[in-house]
């Protein structure tokens, strides 16, 4: 393995023409010089330069390093620059995974705020559900995934992963407007016992029949869809009620469709999990920095 100090004193020695002229250019003494130019040649094993009058005769091994090392020294230049880019946070590529709802409300505040300070990390957006998303970062998929749980429900997360919690977001129940609760300013699970509901993605389906069974009903689940829209339109037609948290509140469009949250509160965690040593990534750091900044700015979740 070669020194790249040796790499660089031994092209400028080629430039120069001698050792004497080679340390006035690189600051260094001439035996300084020679004394890496024979650490070079060791790690070589073989003569680089031969004696010639005064002057230096590059040898057939010389000659061989001598149209490698300005590459070399090139490809180290670049990736000094590129590291340097990276670690001073103006540049750099994160992969975040969101489920569906924090890819919406979350993360497009973070990217935000992230471009208006450091326009040069890019970030790539997937989309997965809990449990896969989690997976998805310990499999080298991506580099923080956002993921939910319920207090009820025993989770397993994977022991390689870090949790970074975000929030806690409330539970709400969405009704058609023409609904006789719907005037209310907080609706009782057990009061919607008889109600046919719309169920969201295996995670929440599996808390909806918890919380159900808790207040002593099964629900009648009548559909099951993770797309926060499908959900509106069905409540807005009438096609059944649906538990749903209040992080959608804010993209809730539908005009004949209200939400209202539950009574006794009922919560979800929202966390970002990551791989310990990508932590110490620093673009990875700073993603992680903006999210806990704007979930810490959402009131009412």
């Given at each position: 393995m070669f020194d790249s100090r040796h790499i660089k004193t031994f092209h400028q020695v080629v430039l120069s023409g001698s050792y004497s002229a080679a340390a006035r250019v690189l600051g260094y003494t001439q035996p300084a010089i020679t004394q890496q130019m024979k650490a070079l040649e060791r790690d070589v094993g073989t003569p680089l330069f031969v004696r010639v009058g005064r002057g230096l005769r590059l040898t057939e091994a010389g000659e061989a390093l001598a149209r490698h090392a300005a590459v070399i020294l090139s490809d180290l230049s670049a990736a000094e620059q590129q590291m340097g880019a990276l670690t001073r946070l103006r540049a750099g590529r994160v992969r975040v995974c969101g489920f569906p709802s924090a890819n919406v409300s979350l993360i497009p505040e973070a990217l935000a705020r992230l471009a208006a300070g450091h326009p040069g990390i890019r970030v790539e957006l997937l989309e997965s559900e809990?449990?896969?998303?989690?997976?998805?970062?310990?499999?080298?998929?991506?580099?923080?995934?956002?993921?939910?749980?319920?207090?009820?429900?025993?989770?397993?997360?994977?022991?390689?992963?870090?949790?970074?919690?975000?929030?806690?977001?409330?539970?709400?129940?969405?009704?058609?407007?023409?609904?006789?609760?719907?005037?209310?300013?907080?609706?009782?699970?057990?009061?919607?016992?008889?109600?046919?509901?719309?169920?969201?993605?295996?995670?929440?389906?599996?808390?909806?029949?918890h919380e159900c069974a808790e207040q002593g009903f099964a629900p009648d689940v009548a559909f099951s869809t993770d797309d926060n829209l499908v959900v509106q339109s069905m409540v807005a037609e009438g096609l059944g009620v649906a538990m749903t948290p209040a992080l959608i509140l804010g993209f809730l469009c539908h005009r004949k469709v209200t939400g209202r949250p539950l009574q006794p509160q009922s919560r979800r965690q929202i966390s970002a999990y990551v791989l310990r040593e990508h932590l110490r990534v620093p673009a990875t750091a700073l993603v992680l920095d903006e999210l806990k900044a704007v979930s810490a700015n959402k009131v009412g979740c």
């Amino acid at each position: 393995m070669f020194d790249s100090r040796h790499i660089k004193t031994f092209h400028q020695v080629v430039l120069s023409g001698s050792y004497s002229a080679a340390a006035r250019v690189l600051g260094y003494t001439q035996p300084a010089i020679t004394q890496q130019m024979k650490a070079l040649e060791r790690d070589v094993g073989t003569p680089l330069f031969v004696r010639v009058g005064r002057g230096l005769r590059l040898t057939e091994a010389g000659e061989a390093l001598a149209r490698h090392a300005a590459v070399i020294l090139s490809d180290l230049s670049a990736a000094e620059q590129q590291m340097g880019a990276l670690t001073r946070l103006r540049a750099g590529r994160v992969r975040v995974c969101g489920f569906p709802s924090a890819n919406v409300s979350l993360i497009p505040e973070a990217l935000a705020r992230l471009a208006a300070g450091h326009p040069g990390i890019r970030v790539e957006l997937l989309e997965s559900e809990p449990p896969e998303s989690l997976h998805r970062v310990v499999s080298g998929e991506c580099d923080i995934t956002l993921a939910f749980t319920y207090p009820g429900l025993h989770e397993q997360v994977p022991d390689a992963l870090v949790e970074i919690p975000l929030l806690e977001d409330q539970l709400t129940v969405l009704l058609p407007t023409r609904h006789p609760l719907a005037r209310r300013r907080a609706v009782k699970l057990a009061d919607l016992a008889g109600e046919r509901w719309i169920a969201g993605c295996l995670r929440c389906r599996a808390n909806l029949l918890h919380e159900c069974a808790e207040q002593g009903f099964a629900p009648d689940v009548a559909f099951s869809t993770d797309d926060n829209l499908v959900v509106q339109s069905m409540v807005a037609e009438g096609l059944g009620v649906a538990m749903t948290p209040a992080l959608i509140l804010g993209f809730l469009c539908h005009r004949k469709v209200t939400g209202r949250p539950l009574q006794p509160q009922s919560r979800r965690q929202i966390s970002a999990y990551v791989l310990r040593e990508h932590l110490r990534v620093p673009a990875t750091a700073l993603v992680l920095d903006e999210l806990k900044a704007v979930s810490a700015n959402k009131v009412g979740c």
